[in-house]
């Protein structure tokens, strides 16, 4: 069965005028992956591979949680493990890593809460 | 000789508990068998066709017939390490940027290895055993062409759009139970069949309407098989993920994605060379470089129903040192160039893999024959040619460890011309990448 890691009751004080980027970043070597950003409301994003993208303001992002769902998988042979960054506005907020040995291909949640600052 | 003893024990050991360690994972990529320049120059493999390196950053050979003189078993004295430092190391490299690489420096840098062989039985002329290290490079370069890009779109494509499919249905499952829009598992069918028709509709283009709609049909059966616990529902997410993921049959797209890049159809070329050293006296402070070999070894790997197969070409250059095989191989016929040149073939399967190899060698060099008339030496040019042909076996007794067997009929020996018979038997250990973090041996 394949793996899933989650990583629940994350949260990241906001003011409601601030935007919010969200990123994900690549560490190790040949990782390749969809991410899709589930928001409160309509407005959900994606993100082929690494990257980041504008997900709303903290004012768009109360009350549910949002969920950052990828999916991703490593093909090359010479690396060992996945490691990969989820940052937002620069600030890490989950840098997830496994050994290939264990999953090869990752499905990683992040389930984020944007509170009032 | 009790030191030189003690020291065997501790080396096989050392790599028996580090093979024991690294199997303690399930390893991911099959070793191959052992063909380091470093070792080929020492002599410790006969073959002369380099095949290129396997994906094991750090490998490790033992060489020995395993058996004594008097039948009894013995501890390799011969030995082989290979290292490619590219990749202890991250680098964020894309998985375009590893298929494609931008430039010839980018494939030197990262497929480089280093190489070092070492043998306590190196045999001067008076059959004296000696001490031998040798040092060696190699690197790879894979010519693309545009049938493996074709093929390497395709994969990326399509496994792009199934990694898609997953994360929009997986983040709006993940949603309805994460912020309790649902209270039982008809309610999560009910909410989750439009995301389910809407993803399936809009990414999968190639289907025709009635396969999405049997695919879609098939997602949601399956789904109201399973059970849903409102208040501890990850079980049920990541059953539910992997329905999704069987439907689109993700990981045999993987499975088929991966052994293709691991095995490119095409052409590769691999240059190599090794240097080697000699210690006549045992005596650290007198060495001699005696030979260097250069290798260029194009190798073809065939696609489809033949993709098991690869053919290598393989052209070597050897220099010897003739100043330090007149002084220590007194009796010996040596030439200073020698050209080799042949093909092997070679077949892969699941558990082992079967090489043969031809190869020719042209040999030539000048004898001093005096001087002339103002007092210029004169050269004569001696010429020889040899042959050799070789099979090789190898079984992986595991994914990380193979043991080889060679049979064949090599060129002339320096020492005992005559016996030219190769039977060699050896173990090949891979301990896969180690990082900065495993490599600090003080934590």
């Known amino acids: ?98 050994q290939k040995s264990e999953e090869e291909r990752p499905i990683i949640v992040l389930s984020i809460k944007f509170p009032t600052l | ?66 058996i004594g003189e008097n039948g009894n078993a013995i501890i390799p004295n011969n030995f082989a390490l290979e290292f490619t430092p590219y990749w202890t190391k991250n680098h964020s490299l894309s998985l375009d940027e590893y298929l494609y690489p931008k430039g010839f420096m980018d494939q030197i840098i990262r497929n ?19 001490n ?77 309407t009635v396969q999405k709609k049997s695919l879609i049909d098939e997602i949601i059966i399956e789904v109201s098989k399973l059970s849903l616990d409102i208040n501890n529902y990850d079980s049920f997410l990541n059953s539910f993920n992997n329905i999704i993921d069987n439907k689109l049959k993700s990981k045999l797209l993987f499975n088929n994605y991966k052994e293709y890049i691991m095995d490119r159809q095409g052409w590769s070329v691999d240059l190599a060379y090794a240097s080697l050293l000699s210690f006549p006296t045992n005596n650290f402070n007198l060495s001699y470089v005696p030979r260097h070999s250069f290798w260029l070894t194009p190798t073809y790997r065939f696609k489809d129903k033949f993709k098991f197969l690869k053919i290598m070409g393989v052209i070597r250059y050897e ?44 040999s030539e060099t000048e004898i001093p024959v005096g001087t002339d008339s103002e007092g210029n030496e004169l050269y004569k040019r001696e010429n020889s040619s040899d042959f050799q042909y070789l099979g090789s076996f190898n079984y992986n007794l595991s994914d990380q460890i193979i043991l080889s067997y060679s049979l064949g009929n090599r060129f002339q020996p320096i020492l005992n011309p005559d016996n030219t018979l190769v039977s060699l038997l050896s173990l090949n250990f891979g301990f896969g990448t180690p990082t900065e973090k495993t490599l600090d041996l003080m934590k």
């Open chain 1, 1 to 98: 069965m394949r793996k899933t890691y989650r990583y629940k009751n994350l949260t990241f004080p906001i003011s409601d005028d601030k935007e919010v980027i969200l990123e994900v970043e690549f560490v190790s070597d040949g990782n390749t992956g969809q991410t899709v950003i589930n928001v409160p409301g309509p407005n959900d994003k994606e993100i082929n591979n690494s990257g980041s993208k504008l997900i709303g303001k903290g004012s768009d992002l109360r009350g549910d949680s949002t969920i950052c769902f990828s999916d991703i998988a490593n093909l090359i042979p010479e690396e060992d493990e996945i490691r990969i960054r989820f940052k937002i506005n620069d600030e890490l907020i989950v840098e997830h890593v496994n």
């Open chain 2, 1 to 66: 000789m009790k030191y030189s003893y003690y020291t065997k024990y501790i080396l096989t050991l050392t790599l028996l508990v580090f093979c024991r360690i690294s199997n303690s994972q399930e390893r991911l990529n099959k070793l191959q068998a052992p063909t380091s320049p470093a070792s080929s120059i020492l002599g410790l493999q006969p073959s002369s066709v380099l095949s290129p390196k396997s994906y094991q950053a750090l490998e490790a050979a033992l060489y020995s017939n395993f």
């Open chain 2, 112 to 130: 480089s290895s280093f190489s070092i062989a070492s043998t306590q039985n190196f045999q001067l002329g008076d059959s004296s055993a000696t």
């Open chain 2, 132 to 208: 031998g290290l040798a040092f060696g490079y190699r690197t790879t370069f894979y010519l693309g062409n545009k049938k493996d890009r074709e093929e390497i779109e395709n994969y990326k494509s399509s496994l792009a759009s199934n990694q898609l499919i997953t994360s929009l249905i997986g983040s709006e499952a993940e949603s309805l139970l994460v912020n309790q829009k649902v209270a039982n598992i008809a309610e999560f069918i009910e909410k989750i069949k439009s995301t389910i028709e809407t993803t399936i509709n809009r990414n999968l283009s190639d289907l025709e």
């Open chain 2, 319 to 362: 220099w010897y040192n003739m100043d330090y095989f007149k002084k220590y191989f007194v009796d010996s016929k040596i030439y200073e160039n020698n050209i080799d040149y042949g093909f092997a073939i070679s077949t892969e399967f699941d558990k082992f893999s079967i090489k043969f190899e031809l190869v020719g060698r042209r």
